[in-house]
């Protein structure tokens, strides 16, 4: 089972800040903070992944609490382009059995 | 593109039929991952490779189907006897492992989807 929640749906206005909660309250101090994105008919997405500090890149932003408990992505001015499915997901190791996927948020970017 | 590449994107086979499907990784990344995802959900983990070896499969993975990476490069999945229930999206993805634990992305390709009629 997905070690996380999301919720199921978000709006966002085009050009404006999207940003997309994620808990993960049994988050053990080994595990990273994985996002990617699925936009219909293609692959999942990397987007950015953080284990601590707050990450950003050229995509977006990641912003963990100091609990580690919960996160939220942030894409700073969200364009049409960045309607998808947006999976939070945490992850201890590289073994594939443990990179669980949820079903995610599906973010519907507004003109 | 350096990504990772699928073959083919679309396969519609009738049910009793063998298909198989390739994925071709990113050319340094010596993991390899095989998902599969139906309408609605996310990706469902079916097996992995560490170079040349098969190191994990899921439950999800029947004995008809079989996941070779000859030399650690590219990857093959094959279905045997397919099944109505096989109908799904298959996702090939590759990371570099460096040997530091949980901190290598996988990259995904754009899958192979599968219509069992």
């Known amino acids: 089972d997905a070690k996380t929640t999301q919720p199921t749906s978000m709006d966002c206005a085009e050009g404006r800040a999207a940003n997309l909660p994620c808990n993960h309250s049994?988050?053990?101090?080994?595990?990273?903070v994985y996002w990617y994105r699925q936009i219909h008919s293609q692959g999942p997405q990397y987007i950015i992944h953080?284990?601590?500090n707050n990450e950003t890149n050229e995509m977006a932003s990641l912003i963990i609490t100091e609990d580690r408990k919960s996160s939220t992505l942030i894409l700073p001015h969200a364009t049409l382009r960045d309607t998808a499915v947006y999976y939070c997901?945490?992850?201890?190791?590289?073994?594939?059995?443990?990179?669980?996927f949820g079903p995610g948020t599906r973010l519907s970017v507004l003109p | 593109d350096t990504g990772v590449s699928q073959d083919p994107r679309h396969k519609i086979t009738k049910r009793g039929q063998n298909v198989t499907f390739r994925c071709d990784p990113i050319?340094?990344?010596?993991?390899l991952y095989w998902y599969r995802q139906t309408l609605g959900q996310g990706p469902e983990f079916l097996t992995y490779f560490q170079n040349e070896a098969q190191l994990e499969k899921s439950r999800l993975l029947s004995d008809r189907f079989s996941a070779e990476r000859p030399k650690g490069s590219f990857s093959t999945l094959e279905i045997q006897r397919t099944e109505q229930g096989d109908s799904a999206m298959y996702l090939c993805?590759?990371?570099?492992?460096?040997?530091?634990?949980?901190?290598?992305?996988?990259?995904f390709g754009n899958g192979t989807r599968l219509t069992v009629t």
């Open positions: 050319s340094e990344h010596n993991r």
């Open positions: 953080g284990l601590k």
């Open positions: 993805a590759s990371s570099l492992d460096r040997g530091r634990s949980g901190s290598s992305p996988l990259h």
């Open positions: 997901i945490v992850r201890v190791d590289n073994y594939g059995q443990n990179f669980v």
């Open positions: 049994t988050i053990s101090g080994n595990e990273y």
